[in-house]
């Protein structure tokens, strides 16, 4: 596959959490306003690029016993970069996502991409793939908290956008909205691709 | 006492960490199709998650606050409880094989369970003196095996049940989450 390819795969065909089903608790967890959605993707993406990027870099020298315990290491020192960068720059942010940004470690599809693709790829590929992968992982916790901060609050990146009659859901920011508007997203998204292969 | 027992009750029920707190998502949806699968995974769980905070506590009242290396917590967290992982493994294999084989493939999958690192951090931003922090990683693995079990227990139904063809797997799975999570919120008042 060319760099193109590796990059567009992940914003459709594998597009994490929607296709590819790993890294739920984050998803879950933040996605009760558009900007936390969005702040907890781009926190991933810096994470997924950069790990993607030295794992691919020292995939010839990491012995295959110990790989998993040496990409840990790897991504656990890019979580701690960000940690510290949200804390100094954008403290009210990191408030909200709180402990779900130490939890990035154990995120499965940073480990999974480093596992499955960067230790096995080329420098360029395993980029592509992490920004690819970050990239949709963004739009999905995006428009996954827009959804629910529509519904639940009536309002879309804190603007209010319902008429003025309209009662939130505030059922849709607590946890069993979380779970039943993933579940309803991913058998929609199960619907479309049906009908693009045309059943 | 008092305290404790309501401690144990709002970690099960209350807060209970995959319906209150959504930690431990994946394997949760992975694990919950059989039955004996979801039992010998939750009791994994309680096991390492309760090993894991006691350790977890100590390196950071012991090792990383008299060093003033607190920003290093995610690291070395993560570090323990891969390594404690491992040597539960190798532990149980040499000494307990009959453990061994009911939990043995579980273990590696554990590490990657955002649960044990959740409760190991959640610890610590309570503040929990040792004991709470054994009884609080208890009561919560505790919850998240019985989540796991119900969950199961639903699950196994589906398969004569009329799903949807579009909400099959992990979608409905969510969907049936979701009102075992509307279900729970039932137990706020109880704390």
Known sequence: ?199 | MSDYLLLLVSAIFVNNIILARYLGNCPFLGCSTRIDTAIGMAMSVVFVIVMASATTWLVEYCVLVPYELEYLETIAFILVIAALVQLVEMFLQKSIPALYQALGIYLPLITTNCAVLGVAILSIQEEYDFIQTLVFSFASSVGYGMALVVLTGIRERFAVSPIPVHLRGTSIGLITVGLLALAFMGFIGLV
């Open chain 1, 1 to 199: 596959m060319s760099i193109s390819q590796e990059f567009t795969k992940g914003l459709w065909k594998e597009i994490p959490p929607f296709r590819l089903v790993l890294g739920l608790c984050p998803t879950l967890a933040v996605t009760t306003a558009g900007e936390n959605g969005l702040g907890m993707g781009l926190a991933t993406t810096f994470v997924l690029v950069f790990s993607n990027l030295l794992i691919s870099l020292l995939r010839n020298v990491i012995p295959n016993k110990v790989r998993i315990a040496a990409f840990i290491v790897v991504i656990a020192s890019f979580v701690v970069i960000v940690e510290l960068v949200m804390q100094a720059y954008v403290y009210p942010l990191y408030k909200v996502l709180g402990i779900f940004i130490p939890l990035i470690v154990v995120n499965c599809i940073i480990l999974g991409r480093a596992e499955a693709f960067a230790s096995k790829n080329k420098l360029l590929a395993s980029i592509a793939d992490g920004l690819g992968m970050g990239i949709g992982f963004t739009i999905s916790l995006t428009v996954l908290a827009s959804v629910r901060e529509l519904i639940g609050n009536g309002t879309l990146f804190g603007a209010h956008v319902m008429w003025s009659s309209f009662q939130p859901f505030s059922i849709m920011l607590k946890p069993p909205g979380a779970f039943l508007c993933l579940g309803l997203i991913l058998g929609f998204m199960n619907f479309v691709s049906a009908r693009q292969k045309g059943h």
